[in-house]
Nanobody, 123 residues
């Protein structure tokens, strides 16, 4: 059974940093595009970042560009979302996603999703 498990969320003050991790089990996602999304209760899920592979330049949402970066640790089948200069509006549940098709990831239509990790930024 394929599983994506996010970790690293928590409570941080404005201007702080967090690094989210998403570890895959049940199969390898070495050649799979992967992405990060976030959702605030009552709002639509929002795209955050995605890449085709660890060698490609990630696509980053304008709302977090310059503050968030995405990377992959192939040896541990894990992708990371490094977040710095966090703002209260970054508060959300963050999800990772994976799919063989990059455009499906970008559209939020990926086959595989994690359960999410809560990020709360206090003002």
């Amino acid at each position: 059974q394929v599983q994506l498990v996010e970790s690293g969320g928590g409570l941080v003050q404005t201007g702080g940093s967090l690094r989210l991790s998403c570890t895959a089990s049940g199969r390898t996602f070495d050649n799979y595009p992967m992405g990060w999304f976030r959702r605030v209760p009552g709002k639509e899920r929002e795209f955050v970042a995605a890449f085709i592979s660890e060698d490609s330049t990630p696509t980053i949402a304008d709302s977090v560009k310059g503050r968030f970066t995405m990377s992959r640790d192939g040896s541990s089948n894990t992708v990371h979302l490094q977040m710095v200069a966090l703002r209260p509006e970054d508060t959300a549940v963050y999800y990772c996603a994976a799919d063989y098709n990059y455009h499906r990831v970008l559209r939020g239509a990926a086959d595989y999703w994690g359960q999410g990790t809560q990020v709360t930024v206090s003002s």
